[in-house]
């Protein structure tokens, strides 16, 4: 099916095969593609997760932004005594991203916490992929499996922010500009994709009888010519395109499903450049801070700045833990005697490491705990943390091992496992 939008000088054509729904724009000789194959995003099959998993298993992945044994460089990291992270009122804050999601859980460590809330990171994503020894220690690692894996949070690599500005699909098409609003757009796309958001049931009657066969539009050609009575910045031109082709094919419902779905792909490709976490208050003390280095011995820790969930910034710094390497964990906090007490005695040979899974029973807790923090952290644990392949997210995982959600921790960590 083929229908033509006219503005002059600028003409917009729309073709849209409805077994692809792909929607393309053509305006003075560029071309731009808005809809994918309707399956596009449908969930990887088994075999594609299990190739992952195997990778994951058998090889170190390379990953784009350094490789895994590579010298990493932080801004704002902190010193050992977390220097200009503490507030006016003498606390620091904590941005919890796995087990502390849960205030429940972040209490078992924090045990004087305050202001427990939901937050936003960005420029990170969450990443299973070094081990944790007091995960042995406890009872709970499955190393014949390789399911020993802890998280940490590791910057965004930069080809992947550089894609989010572009908001760029890979076809080389691109689409909107990367904020999900038409103002990116040149302007005489956004004036074509004016008037194909007035191409509405009715309430939007067309411009003129002459810019869409009535018959194929079933508009009164004696409408008078009006604008849209919506905004065109609050929609994507993707909606308000399919929408205009749906109303002409009158296969409304279905065109209007494959827009959400093109809106909810733009926004999970917004969303693997940050992570929903927890927030909360703790006493700014020496004692507090060594206690908190000692128990997340292998990571580096670095000062973000959130956001609530409405983008705001909150207004005070968050020290996160952060990806590291051997290298400079040894150098830095892990002398011979220290990694033989903490990691040899466990056969462990390497800590930041691309061939493991996660932990079973702590996968568990930490979606339990995301859940517990509402819809939001939930759906940012499932959507935009990774395994060690950093390709595969833990929703696509846990589709394929559901079972993991039924592993119960040993009796005594039943309750501090549990979210």
Request: a negative charge; one cysteine or more.
């Amino acid at each position: 099916m083929s229908i033509s939008l006219k503005s002059n000088p600028y003409g917009l054509s729309i073709s849209c095969s409805l077994a692809t729904t792909r929607l393309h724009l053509c305006t003075k000789g560029q071309r731009y593609s808005f809809l994918k194959h309707r399956h596009f995003k449908d969930r990887p099959s088994a075999s594609v997760i299990a190739a992952a998993r195997t990778r994951a298993m058998s090889r170190q992945v390379v990953v784009t932004d350094a490789g895994p044994q590579q010298d990493l460089v932080y801004d704002n990291e902190l010193d050992d005594q977390f220097t200009g992270l503490v507030g006016d009122d003498g606390l620091m804050t904590v941005a919890g991203f796995g087990s502390l999601l849960s205030e429940r859980s972040a209490r078992y460590t924090f045990p004087n916490l305050v202001n427990f809330r939901i937050g936003v990171v960005q420029g990170w994503r969450r990443v299973f992929a070094h081990t944790a020894d007091v995960f042995f220690a406890r009872g709970i690692a499955q190393p014949e499996t390789g399911e020993i894996s802890s998280l940490s949070l590791e910057r965004v690599p930069p080809t992947l922010e550089e894609e989010e500005e572009d908001d760029d699909d890979g076809d080389g098409d691109g689409d909107d500009g990367g904020d999900g609003k038409s103002a990116a757009w040149p302007t005489p796309v956004r004036e074509a994709a004016t008037e194909a958001a007035a191409v509405m049931t009715g309430e939007q009657p067309l411009y003129t009888s002459s810019q869409l066969p009535l018959s194929a539009a079933g508009a009164n050609a004696s409408a008078a010519p009006t604008s849209p009575s919506w905004n065109l910045d609050q929609i994507t031109p993707a909606a308000a395109i399919t929408r205009a082709v749906a109303v002409a094919a009158g296969t409304v419902a279905e065109a209007e499903a494959e827009a959400e779905a093109d809106d909810s792909h733009r926004q999970r490709k917004r969303r693997r450049c940050s992570v929903v976490v927890s927030l909360f208050e703790v006493p700014y003390n020496p004692a507090n801070v060594a206690a908190f280095i000692a128990r997340e011995h292998e990571f580096r820790f670095v000062a973000v700045e959130p956001y609530d969930l409405n983008g705001a910034p909150i207004g005070r710094k968050a020290v996160v833990c952060a990806r590291n390497t051997d290298a400079a964990y040894r150098a830095a906090r892990c002398p011979p005697d220290e990694w033989a007490r903490r990691w040899a005695v466990h056969g462990i040979s390497s800590v930041w490491r691309d061939d493991v899974l996660p932990c079973r029973v702590y996968l568990r807790h930490c979606v339990l705990a995301a859940r517990s923090l509402g819809p939001e952290a939930e759906d940012s644990f499932l959507n935009d943390t990774y395994l060690a392949d950093r390709s595969t997210t833990i929703g696509e995982y846990l589709r394929l091992h559901p079972d993991i959600m039924d592993e119960q921790p040993p009796l005594p960590l039943a309750e501090r496992y549990s979210g």
